[in-house]
């Protein structure tokens, strides 16, 4: 039974049942319901501001004797890439996007996630009731789910229909379970399937207590449920090698089950832990649940793997010792993603998604959201964005922002409060990376490992491949960083591993990533991105250049003083790089039509033909030249 106050939006297999095995027992025991019920309400009154949200608009989600939120079902990911829009109001209207005005889409060139900004309205003058966005979900629950369709009979319990093959539902793992495990008592139960104790038998973990996940065969009855099992055991399988991951230790199946055999952790959510805090931790105690958070997240993002699920249910404690390691659980939603791919199904729970995967363009940023979200949490206790409904929640997402007003954000720190809002920033782009976020002012007290950055690789590809006016804008950026960022920068270098001149090559880059590889890696196809830096194989790259190749400056405009930072670049590129530029020029450089020459000739002073600091700001952000009429079909 999912928990009080979360909406579950998935409906794969295995995260039908994905309570961790002491946490269904404490229920089971009646402990901290009324806790949980009492931190549900007082989280409700905390959250965004400065937006109407309507909570009468939309389908409502039903709500169980419990109090408890009945989930809806996204939709799966369209294999071909087609995406289609979130907010559509019959042929036209649609929810505004979250991205800045002038920015640029995360969607294809010519696809507009929320083409239009208002409502149709009554006779009376008053709105009709906005979209429901969960609405598009109900069309793929019955392809996802196996459930049927208006008029159709029950799916058969084999998953076969008239005139249809049946399903392959054997995938090849361990078929000798009984004899490798005793099962013991059930300790929680899904629509898929249940969670059962487990004591081994034989092997290396002789003697030992497991958690086992039982999914039920019966219950894959479409191709797609039964590929996110598979996924499930192929990443948990795939990742290894850190301490805040959870041990996976093998899948079995016999005719009528899969069971996924995993260490148990018996020490509690994170949840759980929150609310015996009365709602909220310290800023120091934070600290140290938030860096356990990142470096896991890290380590997965590296290896090419989205969680897309990330909340406090999901991260249990080793034991019960107060300073107990956490293990990240659940990857039930998780996929493997390829360098520069982006994602379009929409999954996740409805407090800790992200708003580009409301738009169904999104990648490893939308896990950062959640962690911003978790963090808000563990800092005051409430959620950064609330409503009853389903699409008041979507809305809220989409449109609000969080509140640093009210108690007790004014007792927290400034850097705590700089750090939330670098992780919720609704422009993805403009968000830290995990690693990153490990080298903030807030976190960097604690001097704790800092992984390598997989953004740095997509970060210097595309340095290789800019332009020479590209080049020179990002060099003068480079040399106007604040000591924050050159933080990071240097510990990212140092993970690289120069050479005694203080250079780096292709080959550093090469050995640094295959020492973190794991079977995840290369099922994701991270190291591909290694044939995008082939020209590193013939000169080499010291810390000034490597600055301005892995520099962001979508990271560096969502810093407070980032007019402070274009000012001075501006000024070392006036000296070092600006020269005479035509509108015709620019536009090449930029890949943009005709059609937008009126725009660039703003961006260079009529005096001498050069970009002015307008022009150079615009240039560093980027432009996306995209048709308003453009729909998604």
Not at 449 to 458: A, N, S
Request: hydrophobic content about 35%; aromatic content about 10%; overall charge positive.
């Amino acid at each position: 039974m999912p928990p009080l106050f979360m909406l579950l939006l998935s409906s794969t297999a295995a995260s039908f049942f994905d309570c961790p095995v002491e946490t269904v027992e404490s229920r089971r025991q009646g402990r901290n319901r009324g806790r949980r019920r009492r931190w549900a309400r007082t989280m409700g009154q905390c959250y965004g501001k400065n937006v109407s949200v309507s909570e009468d608009g939309g389908a409502r989600t039903s709500v169980n004797g419990a109090g408890e939120i009945v989930p809806a079902t996204p939709a799966r990911k369209s294999r071909s890439g087609a995406t289609t829009p979130l907010y559509t109001y019959g042929g036209g209207a649609a929810w505004p996007s979250p991205y800045p005005q002038g920015s640029a889409s995360p969607l294809p060139v010519g696809v507009s996630p929320s083409p239009a900004r208002s409502t149709p309205r009554r006779f009376f003058g008053r709105p009709f009731p906005p979209p429901s966005p969960a609405k598009h979900i109900k069309a793929a629950l019955a392809k996802r789910q196996g459930l049927p369709k208006p008029k159709d009979g029950p799916v058969p319990e084999d998953g076969t229909g008239e005139g249809e093959r049946p399903l392959d539902k054997s995938f090849g793992y361990s078929k000798n379970f009984g004899a490798k495990y005793e099962l013991g008592k059930e300790v929680g139960r899904g629509h898929f399937g249940h969670t059962c104790l487990a004591t081994a038998k034989k092997g290396e973990i002789k003697g030992q207590l497991v958690a086992v996940k039982i999914i039920s065969k019966a219950k894959m009855t479409t191709p797609v449920s039964i590929e996110d099992v598979r996924r499930e055991v192929k990443i948990l399988k795939a990742l290894s090698g850190h301490k805040n991951l959870v041990k996976f230790y093998e899948a079995c199946e016999d005719t009528i089950n899969v069971y996924i055999v995993m260490e148990l952790c018996d020490g509690g959510e994170l949840l759980e832990r929150i609310l015996s805090r009365g709602g909220r931790y310290t800023e120091e105690d934070a600290k140290a649940i938030v860096v356990q958070i990142l470096s896991v997240v890290a380590f997965c993002h590296l290896q090419g793997v989205v969680h897309r699920d990330l909340k406090p249910e999901n991260f249990l404690f080793a034991t019960k010792d107060e300073c107990a390691d956490m293990k990240l659980i659940d990857f039930g939603l998780s996929d493997f993603i390829k360098p520069d791919e982006r994602l379009n199904d929409i999954v996740g729970s409805a407090y800790y998604v992200a708003p580009e995967v409301l738009h169904r363009s999104y990648s490893t940023e939308a896990d950062i959201w959640s962690v911003g979200v978790i963090t808000y949490i563990l800092l005051c206790g409430c959620r950064p964005f609330w409503a009853r409904t389903e699409s008041g929640i979507f809305r809220s997402v989409l449109r609000a922002d969080p509140n640093f007003v009210d108690s007790p954000w004014p007792d927290v720190s400034p850097e705590a409060k700089d750090f939330v809002k670098r992780l919720l920033n609704k422009d993805y782009r403009k968000r830290m990376t995990a690693a990153q976020a490990l080298t903030h002012p807030w976190l960097r007290d604690l001097q704790q490992k800092i992984p390598l950055d997989i953004v740095i690789y997509r970060l210097v590809k595309s340095y290789l491949r800019a332009t020479p006016l590209r080049r020179s804008t990002l060099k003068a950026l480079s040399k106007a960083l604040t000591e924050d960022e050159l933080f990071y920068m240097r510990l990212q270098f140092k993970l690289l591993k120069p050479t005694r001149d203080g250079c780096i090559s292709l080959e550093n880059f090469r050995t640094a990533l295959l020492q973190n590889a794991t079977e995840a890696m290369r099922e994701s196809r991270v190291l591909d991105i290694l044939n995008a830096l082939e020209p590193l194989s013939y000169t080499r790259m010291d810390f000034e250049e490597f600055c301005a190749a892995a520099i962001s400056p979508y990271h560096l405009e969502a810093l407070d003083g980032w007019e402070q930072i274009a000012s001075t670049a501006f000024e070392f590129f006036e000296r070092e790089g600006n020269r005479v530029i035509s509108v015709e020029e620019l536009a090449q450089d930029l890949n943009l039509p005709p059609t937008a020459y009126s725009m660039l000739k703003d961006w260079i002073r009529p005096e001498d033909g050069k970009l002015s600091v307008l022009g150079y700001t615009r240039y560093l952000h980027g432009v996306t030249i995209r048709s308003s009429n453009a729909r998604h079909r």
